[in-house]
Protein backbone atom coordinates (compact mmCIF):
# COMPACT_ATOMS: atom_id res chain seq x y z
CA UNK A 1 0.00 0.00 0.00
CA UNK A 2 1.51 3.34 -0.83
CA UNK A 3 2.00 5.76 2.15
CA UNK A 4 2.69 9.17 2.02
CA UNK A 5 3.36 10.78 5.48
CA UNK A 6 4.11 14.78 6.27
CA UNK A 7 5.15 16.00 9.04
CA UNK A 8 7.32 19.34 10.20
CA UNK A 9 4.84 21.59 10.25
CA UNK A 10 4.45 24.24 12.77
CA UNK A 11 3.45 27.90 13.93
CA UNK A 12 6.26 30.10 12.70
CA UNK A 13 7.39 33.97 12.39
CA UNK A 14 7.54 35.77 9.51
CA UNK A 15 10.45 35.77 7.76
CA UNK A 16 11.53 32.38 9.62
CA UNK A 17 12.69 29.13 7.81
CA UNK A 18 10.54 25.40 8.44
CA UNK A 19 11.64 22.00 6.61
CA UNK A 20 8.91 19.67 5.82
CA UNK A 21 9.22 15.91 5.45
CA UNK A 22 6.90 13.16 3.92
CA UNK A 23 8.05 9.89 4.34
CA UNK A 24 7.62 7.65 1.90
CA UNK A 25 6.52 3.71 1.55
CA UNK A 26 5.32 1.22 -0.28
CA UNK A 27 6.83 1.55 -3.46
CA UNK A 28 10.22 1.92 -4.86
CA UNK A 29 10.57 6.07 -3.66
CA UNK A 30 13.46 6.41 -6.02
CA UNK A 31 11.52 5.46 -9.56
CA UNK A 32 8.76 8.19 -9.12
CA UNK A 33 8.67 12.17 -9.28
CA UNK A 34 7.11 13.77 -6.66
CA UNK A 35 5.59 17.55 -5.76
CA UNK A 36 4.17 19.66 -3.20
CA UNK A 37 1.06 21.14 -3.75
CA UNK A 38 -0.53 23.80 -0.99
CA UNK A 39 -3.69 24.85 0.07
CA UNK A 40 -4.50 28.10 2.00
CA UNK A 41 -7.71 28.30 4.38
CA UNK A 42 -10.55 28.21 2.83
CA UNK A 43 -9.20 28.44 -0.79
CA UNK A 44 -8.16 26.13 -3.83
CA UNK A 45 -5.16 23.74 -4.77
CA UNK A 46 -2.15 25.47 -5.55
CA UNK A 47 1.37 23.35 -6.93
CA UNK A 48 4.56 24.93 -5.82
CA UNK A 49 7.21 22.20 -7.02
CA UNK A 50 8.67 19.59 -8.04
CA UNK A 51 11.21 17.02 -7.97
CA UNK A 52 12.39 13.86 -10.46
CA UNK A 53 15.68 12.43 -11.37
CA UNK A 54 16.99 15.90 -12.75
CA UNK A 55 15.99 19.42 -12.86
CA UNK A 56 13.23 20.69 -9.97
CA UNK A 57 10.90 23.35 -10.91
CA UNK A 58 9.07 25.95 -8.73
CA UNK A 59 5.94 27.87 -8.74
CA UNK A 60 6.95 31.67 -8.52
CA UNK A 61 5.12 32.39 -5.97
CA UNK A 62 8.00 30.31 -3.89
CA UNK A 63 10.52 30.72 -6.43
CA UNK A 64 13.79 31.33 -4.21
CA UNK A 65 12.67 30.69 -1.11
CA UNK A 66 11.81 27.44 -1.13
CA UNK A 67 13.78 24.17 -2.30
CA UNK A 68 12.21 20.56 -2.60
CA UNK A 69 14.86 17.64 -2.49
CA UNK A 70 15.11 14.19 -1.73
CA UNK A 71 16.61 11.47 0.40
CA UNK A 72 16.15 8.30 -2.18
CA UNK A 73 17.72 6.24 0.55
CA UNK A 74 15.65 6.82 3.72
CA UNK A 75 12.46 7.37 1.00
CA UNK A 76 11.98 10.53 1.98
CA UNK A 77 10.84 14.08 0.54
CA UNK A 78 11.41 17.82 1.84
CA UNK A 79 10.70 20.92 1.65
CA UNK A 80 12.63 23.62 2.59
CA UNK A 81 10.77 26.88 3.32
CA UNK A 82 12.79 30.02 4.19
CA UNK A 83 11.66 33.81 4.32
CA UNK A 84 8.06 32.71 5.10
CA UNK A 85 5.09 34.78 4.66
CA UNK A 86 1.44 34.99 6.20
CA UNK A 87 0.45 34.00 2.79
CA UNK A 88 2.69 31.09 2.87
CA UNK A 89 0.12 29.70 5.64
CA UNK A 90 -1.34 26.69 3.89
CA UNK A 91 -1.98 23.04 4.28
CA UNK A 92 0.84 21.59 2.30
CA UNK A 93 0.23 17.95 0.32
CA UNK A 94 3.13 15.87 -0.69
CA UNK A 95 2.23 13.80 -3.71
CA UNK A 96 3.50 11.06 -5.62
CA UNK A 97 2.96 11.09 -9.09
CA UNK A 98 1.44 8.35 -11.76
CA UNK A 99 2.71 6.73 -14.86
CA UNK A 100 2.17 10.46 -16.52
CA UNK A 101 2.59 13.11 -14.34
CA UNK A 102 -0.43 13.47 -12.42
CA UNK A 103 -0.23 13.69 -8.68
CA UNK A 104 -1.63 9.85 -7.94
CA UNK A 105 -0.88 9.47 -4.29
CA UNK A 106 -1.33 12.17 -1.53
CA UNK A 107 -0.60 12.28 1.97
CA UNK A 108 -2.79 13.68 4.62
CA UNK A 109 -1.59 16.78 4.68
CA UNK A 110 0.66 19.12 7.43
CA UNK A 111 -0.67 23.11 8.36
CA UNK A 112 2.02 25.48 8.73
CA UNK A 113 0.96 29.11 10.10
CA UNK A 114 3.38 31.73 9.34
CA UNK A 115 1.90 34.41 12.22
CA UNK A 116 3.28 36.52 14.60
CA UNK B 1 2.03 29.86 -17.01
CA UNK B 2 -0.97 27.90 -18.00
CA UNK B 3 -3.93 29.14 -16.18
CA UNK B 4 -6.89 27.01 -15.72
CA UNK B 5 -10.19 27.98 -15.69
CA UNK B 6 -13.07 26.32 -13.97
CA UNK B 7 -17.00 26.75 -14.61
CA UNK B 8 -19.31 27.24 -12.73
CA UNK B 9 -17.33 28.04 -9.22
CA UNK B 10 -20.35 25.95 -7.57
CA UNK B 11 -23.31 23.91 -8.88
CA UNK B 12 -26.44 22.45 -6.74
CA UNK B 13 -28.19 18.88 -8.67
CA UNK B 14 -30.68 16.84 -7.66
CA UNK B 15 -29.44 13.02 -6.74
CA UNK B 16 -29.79 11.23 -9.81
CA UNK B 17 -29.37 14.05 -11.90
CA UNK B 18 -26.42 14.43 -14.05
CA UNK B 19 -23.57 17.12 -12.90
CA UNK B 20 -21.00 18.92 -15.49
CA UNK B 21 -18.18 20.90 -14.42
CA UNK B 22 -15.96 22.82 -17.42
CA UNK B 23 -12.38 23.19 -17.36
CA UNK B 24 -10.51 25.68 -20.24
CA UNK B 25 -7.21 26.07 -20.71
CA UNK B 26 -5.48 29.18 -21.45
CA UNK B 27 -3.59 27.14 -23.89
CA UNK B 28 -3.64 23.84 -25.52
CA UNK B 29 -2.32 20.84 -23.16
CA UNK B 30 -3.04 18.43 -26.32
CA UNK B 31 1.03 16.72 -26.64
CA UNK B 32 2.08 15.19 -29.96
CA UNK B 33 1.58 11.78 -28.43
CA UNK B 34 -2.08 12.60 -28.86
CA UNK B 35 -2.69 12.47 -25.02
CA UNK B 36 -4.49 15.75 -23.21
CA UNK B 37 -2.24 16.43 -20.18
CA UNK B 38 -5.41 17.06 -17.88
CA UNK B 39 -6.89 15.29 -14.90
CA UNK B 40 -9.39 16.00 -12.60
CA UNK B 41 -9.24 15.35 -8.74
CA UNK B 42 -12.22 15.24 -6.02
CA UNK B 43 -11.50 16.49 -2.47
CA UNK B 44 -14.06 16.09 0.36
CA UNK B 45 -13.91 18.36 3.66
CA UNK B 46 -11.38 17.86 5.62
CA UNK B 47 -9.84 15.12 3.05
CA UNK B 48 -6.62 15.09 1.10
CA UNK B 49 -7.64 15.37 -2.83
CA UNK B 50 -7.94 11.81 -4.51
CA UNK B 51 -7.82 11.46 -8.55
CA UNK B 52 -10.31 10.88 -10.86
CA UNK B 53 -8.93 11.23 -14.14
CA UNK B 54 -6.19 11.32 -16.17
CA UNK B 55 -5.11 11.52 -19.94
CA UNK B 56 -8.50 13.86 -19.58
CA UNK B 57 -11.03 10.61 -19.68
CA UNK B 58 -9.18 7.80 -18.50
CA UNK B 59 -10.94 6.60 -15.09
CA UNK B 60 -8.57 5.74 -11.91
CA UNK B 61 -8.89 2.60 -10.86
CA UNK B 62 -11.67 1.95 -8.04
CA UNK B 63 -13.60 5.24 -9.21
CA UNK B 64 -17.27 4.82 -9.92
CA UNK B 65 -18.16 4.67 -13.56
CA UNK B 66 -20.60 7.58 -13.26
CA UNK B 67 -17.57 9.59 -13.39
CA UNK B 68 -16.29 10.54 -17.29
CA UNK B 69 -13.63 13.32 -18.20
CA UNK B 70 -14.02 14.45 -22.11
CA UNK B 71 -12.75 17.11 -24.24
CA UNK B 72 -9.15 17.55 -25.89
CA UNK B 73 -6.79 20.82 -26.66
CA UNK B 74 -7.97 24.08 -23.82
CA UNK B 75 -11.79 22.62 -23.58
CA UNK B 76 -12.25 19.84 -21.22
CA UNK B 77 -15.61 18.56 -19.12
CA UNK B 78 -16.34 16.36 -16.24
CA UNK B 79 -19.57 14.84 -15.93
CA UNK B 80 -20.99 13.07 -13.14
CA UNK B 81 -23.83 10.35 -14.96
CA UNK B 82 -26.36 10.36 -11.27
CA UNK B 83 -25.04 12.24 -8.91
CA UNK B 84 -24.61 10.54 -5.63
CA UNK B 85 -25.30 11.92 -1.53
CA UNK B 86 -21.48 10.91 -1.21
CA UNK B 87 -20.18 13.07 -4.37
CA UNK B 88 -20.47 16.38 -2.70
CA UNK B 89 -16.51 17.74 -2.94
CA UNK B 90 -15.07 20.38 -4.80
CA UNK B 91 -13.88 19.39 -7.62
CA UNK B 92 -10.12 20.32 -9.47
CA UNK B 93 -9.05 20.21 -13.09
CA UNK B 94 -4.82 20.25 -13.36
CA UNK B 95 -2.77 20.52 -16.49
CA UNK B 96 0.36 18.61 -16.41
CA UNK B 97 1.36 19.57 -19.69
CA UNK B 98 3.78 22.34 -18.54
CA UNK B 99 6.92 22.25 -16.37
CA UNK B 100 4.87 24.28 -14.23
CA UNK B 101 1.85 22.41 -13.34
CA UNK B 102 -1.43 24.69 -12.41
CA UNK B 103 -5.19 23.90 -11.36
CA UNK B 104 -8.14 25.43 -11.95
CA UNK B 105 -9.65 27.26 -8.94
CA UNK B 106 -12.36 25.01 -7.90
CA UNK B 107 -15.94 23.85 -8.19
CA UNK B 108 -18.34 23.06 -5.47
CA UNK B 109 -20.76 20.46 -5.69
CA UNK B 110 -23.53 20.18 -3.73
CA UNK B 111 -27.37 18.49 -3.39
CA UNK B 112 -30.37 20.57 -4.51
Known amino acids: EVRLVESGGDLVQPGGSLRLSCAASGFTFSSYSMNWVRQAPGKGLEWIAY??????YYAGSVEGRFTISRDNGKSELYLHMSSLRADDTAVYYC???????????WGQGILVTVSS | DIVMTQSPDSLAVSLGERATISCKSSQSVLFSNNKNYLAWYQQKPGQAPKLLIYWASTRESGVPDRFSGSGSGTDFTLTISSLQAEDVAVYYCQQYYSTHYSFGQGTKLEIK
Open chain 1, 95 to 105: AREGLGSYSEY
Open chain 1, 51 to 56: IGSGPT
